[in-house]
């Protein structure tokens, strides 16, 4: 099991090249990826991103590389460039009537008049893919190991309120035990208040105590209840994405204590159901946050 919320960053040097690449995720229901690359291996985007899926199933994850070589490109002048701003720049010179008249300076700060050889270029490119992948596979692994230890902390804090809602569970099947007797009683004296008078039909008043246990009873959702726990457990301990599996397990459970809480009708089981339901919540907060 492992968290969706993880941050890595991993830097290589090889052949006179640098290449840092960082990876942030955090939680999302789908597997997001955006990318931020140099210029020059835009054009390497979906091999990057299916890298990345080949590590992260889920979340938002935002990649950044960047990269620096020790033997820059060489870049010549494009006299037709040139000319071409040189023109364009003297009419509007003319045009808003500015008396300062163009200098060289002027043109050589613009970036577009300078090119470079395609066939260097390219070549340049893909020598840095190669240092960049390394780098990526690197920054991969070292994220992965944090979002397994960062799972494991989770899985250790939800057991723990697990146990405290298999504690509860154990309080409101005794309880509810409890009150079957303790309703019978009460009925019995509402009825002989009502008739003034000690003699009641037992066969009818035993019929209602088993209607009154029946609305009552509690234990099928209690059952359930506990086989939806063991299940979340075992998913606990899977090495595969069950952030969904647990999410589902998570609203069954909320079903089955909120109609154990629509029966209940007594302080004690609601108490223990609220209990329950602050537990289940906590635990919903930290299910957002697994593969």
């Not at 490109?73 to 040189?86: H, N």
């Not at 003297?90 to 050889?117: A, F, M, Q, W």
């Not at 647990?246 to 609601?270: P, V």
Request: hydrophobic share 40%; net charge neutral.
């Amino acid at each position: 099991m492992k968290s969706m919320t993880a941050l890595s960053t991993a830097s290589l040097s090889e052949q006179g090249i640098r290449a840092t690449v960082e990876i942030r995720t955090v939680n999302g229901r789908y597997l997001e990826i955006s990318c931020r690359l140099p210029k020059q291996l835009s054009h390497k985007e979906i091999e990057l991103r299916e890298l990345v899926r080949g590590t992260i199933n889920r979340g938002t994850v935002q990649v950044t590389v960047k990269t620096d070589s020790d033997s820059p490109l060489a870049s010549t002048l494009s006299l037709e460039r040139i000319e071409a701003y040189w023109q364009q720049l003297e009419k509007l010179r003319k045009k808003l009537k500015v008396s300062t008249p163009l200098s060289l300076g002027d043109l050589l700060r613009i970036p577009d008049i300078y090119t470079t050889d395609d066939a260097a270029l390219l070549e340049l490119a893909e020598r840095e893919w190669k240092v960049v992948v390394k780098a990526l596979r690197a920054a991969l692994a070292s994220l992965d190991t944090m979002r397994k230890n960062e799972g494991k902390e989770l899985a250790k804090d939800i057991r723990t309120r697990i146990k405290t809602i298999e504690e509860r569970l154990d309080r409101i099947e005794e309880r509810s035990m409890q009150r079957v007797p303790e309703e019978r009683e009460r009925l019995r004296a509402r009825i002989a208040q009502l008739f003034e008078s000690d003699e009641i039909d037992e066969q009818r008043l035993q019929l209602e105590i088993l209607l009154l246990a029946d609305k009552l009873d509690c234990s099928e959702e209690i059952v359930r209840l506990r086989s939806h726990i063991k299940f979340f457990l075992e998913a606990l301990k899977s090495t595969e994405p069950v952030g969904r599996q647990l999410n589902f397990l998570l609203q069954e459970m909320h079903r089955e204590i909120n109609t154990i809480g629509s029966k209940a009708n007594d302080a004690e089981i609601s108490q223990l159901v609220v209990s329950v339901k602050e537990e289940l919540e906590r635990i919903r907060e930290q299910v957002q946050n697994i593969e």
